[in-house]
């Protein structure tokens, strides 16, 4: 089945830096991977997604990129602030068609 | 939109007493997930279901765990007896249609077993 692996586990910046969260995949046939927030005691929630016919989409402060070849995909988020403080969850779509394979989760600290 | 329902909130129960977890997904969603996160395991998809029908209960721990669906808008979880190590957060989400898409999540049970 598939395997998503996540790095950092733990990331700290200073506010305005830069934050890069890296995924790796092992299943070819993915072609949907979704990047989720969860902050502290709370839901998790979609923050930006990417298909596999696409390399790189971005909304404002969040991109995401992807390398099918690499079977790797990045989230990056510039001018952070505190408010990004949380944990992300990488994804990938399996060959299911329905089961997400979550990454382990990234725990971003944004200090002033 | 309320979004998607889950109840009670928290549950804290003794080792070997049922517990039933509730959730209500989004009208007119019709995939459902239940979910359970830990810090050891992350996030694992325990059950599916689609149109009210379960797809895959592959990721259910045990024969102590078991979903149904009885209508598009309800869904429940039961583990009996329950166990210290089923102690974690529950969530249910939906989505509209299989495939990809975003999922809602509903805001967790935390189950206590003691």
């Known amino acids: 089945g598939e395997n998503v692996e996540q790095h950092p586990s733990t990331l700290s910046v200073q506010e305005g830096d830069s934050a890069v969260i890296k995924c790796t995949y092992s299943d070819s046939a993915s072609n949907y991977f979704p990047w989720y927030k969860q902050e502290l005691g709370k839901r998790p929630q979609l923050i930006i997604d990417?298909?596999?016919?696409?390399g790189e989409k971005k909304d404002q402060r969040i991109a995401v990129t992807l390398n099918k070849t690499a079977k790797h995909f990045s989230l990056h988020i510039t001018e952070t602030q505190p408010e990004d403080s949380a944990v992300y969850f990488c994804?990938?779509?399996?060959?299911?068609?329905?089961?997400?394979?979550f990454g382990k989760g990234t725990s971003l600290l944004v200090t002033p | 939109d309320a979004g998607v329902i889950q109840s009670p909130r928290h549950e804290v129960t003794e080792m070997g007493q049922e517990v039933t977890l509730r959730c209500k997904p989004i009208s007119g969603h019709n995939s459902l997930f239940w979910y359970r996160q830990t810090m050891m395991r992350g996030l694992e998809l325990l059950i599916y279901?689609?149109?009210?029908?379960?797809?895959?209960d592959s990721g259910m721990p045990e024969d102590r765990f078991s979903a149904k669906m009885p209508n598009a808008s309800f869904s429940t979880l039961k583990i009996q007896p329950s166990e210290p190590r089923d102690s974690a957060v529950y969530f249910c989400?939906?989505?509209?249609?299989?495939?990809?898409?975003?999922?809602?999540f509903g805001p967790g049970t935390r189950l206590t077993v003691t």
């Open positions: 279901f689609n149109n009210n029908v379960p797809i895959d």
């Open positions: 989400a939906s989505k509209s249609g299989a495939g990809s898409g975003e999922q809602y």
């Open positions: 994804a990938a779509l399996g060959d299911s068609g329905y089961a997400l394979n």
């Open positions: 990417i298909r596999s016919n696409v």
